[in-house]
């Protein structure tokens, strides 16, 4: 009677109730992290108008002489290039993770996070 009694009102409901809120709750957290991350993908096509306008203005002496469209094109460049090592990288733990065991949603999340984390300072 006593184990049937903590069992109901303490142990199992709650532990899976516990379990449930966490795992939708990292989930949501993975997805939004991967979602963020395309989305910063994405953001170099934002580029490309930026990039026209300014080749439009290189008339004037201020730009020409700064030429901020190098600098443009460098970030473009190291984020295209980031970004594609970031993908090759998520492939390749997405292959681990099918015979390790791990979760790939997890993998995903840190690897994303790490990306964002050191390439942020060096593209700003």
Do not use: D, H
Request: contains cysteine.
């Amino acid at each position: 009677w006593i184990n049937k009694y903590y069992i109901e009102k303490f142990g199992l409901w709650k532990l899976l109730a516990g379990a449930i809120e966490n795992s939708l709750l990292e989930n949501v957290q993975v997805y939004i992290s991967l979602i963020l991350e395309f989305l910063a993908c994405f953001s170099v096509l934002v580029y490309i108008p930026m990039f026209l306008s300014i080749r439009k203005l290189l008339n004037l002496p201020s730009l020409a002489q700064s030429q901020p469209q190098t600098y443009m094109m460098y970030q473009v460049k190291f984020i295209f290039i980031g970004e594609l090592f970031m993908l090759i990288i998520l492939v390749g733990s997405g292959i681990v993770s099918k015979f390790s065991g791990w979760a790939f949603s997890y993998l995903a999340f840190l690897i994303t996070n790490l990306f964002t984390f050191f390439m942020t300072p060096l593209i700003i």
